[in-house]
């Protein structure tokens, strides 16, 4: 009767680990996934827009394509970030233009930021160079 038991209570904690300790909760997670044609090959770094030095996560770039994936606590804020790439020293945000989007006077703009949440969210787009005018 004693094998039984622990027997059983072996089973029954393989049984929630196996449930409960492999699987990361969504909403635990951070997920930027992008597919942007053009883009080149290289490191991507993710940081907080207003503490560009503070990198807070990079990605492989390879094809246009790169993702991260954050763990984030309960704690976890929406945050305001950007993208950016180490060019020969240099920080230089990706500039993201609104293309059908307008400002409220009626003209497109431009912008390094964008909310980083909880969940997935996807960039794509056509990479079109560094700099947003001409």
């Known amino acids: ?6 027997s059983f209570l072996a089973f029954a904690a393989l049984a929630c680990c196996a449930a409960f300790c492999g699987q990361v909760n969504k909403s635990n997670m951070v997920i930027l996934e992008g597919k942007v044609s053009g883009l080149p090959d290289g490191i991507l770094y993710l940081g907080d827009i ?41 920080l230089e945000p990706l500039i993201f233009d609104s293309d059908n989007v307008l400002a409220p006077n009626g003209k497109a703009f431009y912008t390094n930021g964008f909310m980083l949440e909880r969940g997935a969210t996807a960039i794509t787009g056509v990479y079109k160079g560094f700099s947003p005018c001409c």
């Open 1 to 6: 009767m004693k094998t039984r038991l622990i």
């Open 50 to 90: 207003y503490r560009p030095a503070v990198v807070m996560d990079s990605a492989v770039v390879k094809n246009g394509e790169f993702s991260f994936h954050l763990a984030v606590n309960d704690d976890f804020e929406p945050l305001f970030v950007q993208l950016y790439f180490n060019r020969q020293g240099n």
